[in-house]
């Protein structure tokens, strides 16, 4: 199936029933952000049943007016190829920051009941789009981690200097990516308290805070009074790899404390907290998908949020909905040009546009 689908420069809204494909289109612009999905863990789980292949392209402007042709294809078995401008990258990682981007979705909700590691995930996705040597330092740590976790793991006792050995490059990395989350979630909580505010109005106190190993020990200390306890484990239990975000409603957990529309809010004012830390870290404004966001929201969160993100400082937006009346509702609230596309089994009809 070929879809070419000519977009606004600001709202982009997609309705459509559910399994028609409005948020694998979303999910095609989140890939040629990060070079991968953000649903399937597998890059051949996005080819289509019984394709060879598949292919993305996108031409991008900054904001600068500079345009880039972003191209991705992928054959059953064989490695993604990346191509900027025609040129492929070397590494995929050297692409990612280069067009920023932010989505909010159901999945976020991940984020509160999931395990550490889907905040963790979400510190890395935010840094590495506008710190390249974060990124770096990341992928070196963790191949150490990997190293040192086989070094563990084998049938013999590990090699105390090759384990002394991956120790070492495990606390370098982990002394600087330490230092950026520290400096991240200082800068963040302040914008996302302001966010969160604006939406509610009141009433409800939320608060983010960054805990990790590192706060008051030192990690090549930590790492060789574990070793046997480790060895036992057959894992590393020390290091940034065991990072956590605090999550609080009104001085509680929020995975215990929050609703489902309190938890909601809670994430799109953590998403949006993001956009704003994006463009001011790296100057390009970032691309904002909001996929069926809306679900669990009064209708005064919902003005609030869409009175946000149509004022300034936001740029190209995208938004699924599986209600035309929700959507008509919110197009009628905004004082700006917009498309309304119609999703059905993959492909696109556009209803409606406004230009100004």
């Known amino acids: 199936m070929d879809v070419n689908i000519p977009l606004s420069p600001k709202i982009n809204c997609f309705i459509g029933s559910n399994g028609m494909g409005k948020t694998n289109l979303l999910d095609a612009v989140y890939?040629?952000?990060?070079?991968?999905?953000?649903?399937?863990?597998?890059?051949?789980?996005?080819?289509?049943?019984?394709?060879?292949?598949?292919?993305?392209?996108?031409?991008?402007?900054?904001?600068?007016?500079?345009?880039?042709?972003?191209?991705?294809?992928?054959?059953?078995?064989?490695?993604?190829?990346?191509?900027?401008?025609?040129?492929?990258?070397?590494?995929?990682?050297?692409?990612?920051?280069?067009?920023?981007?932010?989505?909010?979705?159901?999945?976020?909700?991940?984020?509160?009941?999931?395990?550490?590691?889907?905040r963790r995930r979400f510190m890395d996705v935010v840094i590495s789009q506008y710190d390249k040597e974060y990124l770096n330092a990341l992928i070196r740590y963790n191949k150490a981690l990997q190293q040192?976790?086989?070094?563990?793991?084998?049938?013999?006792?590990?090699?105390?200097?090759?384990?002394?050995?991956?120790?070492?490059?495990?606390?370098?990395?982990?002394?600087?990516?330490?230092?950026?989350?520290?400096?991240?979630?200082?800068?963040?909580?302040?914008?996302?308290?302001?966010?969160?505010?604006?939406?509610?109005?009141?009433?409800?106190?939320?608060?983010?805070?960054?805990r990790s190993h590192l706060d008051e020990n030192d990690l090549a200390e930590l790492l060789a009074a574990s070793r046997a306890d480790d060895r036992r484990m057959g894992y590393t239990s020390k290091g940034v790899h065991r990072d956590e975000l605090v999550m609080q409603l009104n001085g509680f957990p929020i995975r215990k404390e929050g609703s489902q529309g309190q938890n909601k809010t809670y994430l799109v004012s953590l998403k949006l907290a993001q956009f704003n830390f994006l463009c001011r870290k790296g100057g390009e404004t970032p691309l904002l998908l909001l996929d069926?966001?809306?679900?669990?929201?009064?209708?005064?969160?919902?003005?609030?949020?869409?009175?946000?993100?149509?004022?300034e400082g936001f740029g190209q937006i995208f938004i699924t909905d599986v209600n035309r009346e929700h959507i008509d509702g919110i197009l009628d609230s905004i004082n700006g040009e917009y498309k309304l596309f119609e999703v059905k089994r993959g492909e696109t009809e556009l209803l409606k546009e406004i230009v100004k």
């Open 31 to 118: 890939y040629l952000s990060f070079c991968k999905s953000a649903l399937s863990p597998s890059d051949n789980g996005n080819i289509c049943h019984e394709a060879p292949f598949f292919m993305l392209q996108g031409t991008y402007t900054s904001d600068s007016g500079i345009d880039n042709e972003i191209s991705c294809g992928l054959k059953r078995g064989d490695k993604k190829q990346f191509r900027r401008d025609g040129k492929a990258y070397e590494r995929l990682s050297d692409h990612i920051g280069h067009i920023p981007l932010v989505m909010v979705s159901p999945a976020d909700n991940e984020l509160i009941a999931g395990g550490s590691e889907e």
């Open 148 to 210: 040192r976790n086989v070094l563990l793991r084998g049938e013999r006792e590990p090699d105390a200097e090759m384990m002394s050995l991956m120790e070492e490059m495990m606390v370098v990395e982990a002394v600087a990516i330490h230092e950026r989350r520290k400096q991240f979630t200082d800068e963040l909580i302040p914008i996302f308290t302001e966010f969160h505010n604006a939406i509610v109005g009141g009433g409800e106190e939320v608060s983010l805070r960054y």
């Open 292 to 311: 069926d966001i809306f679900d669990k929201l009064d209708s005064h969160r919902v003005e609030r949020i869409i009175d946000l993100v149509s004022g």
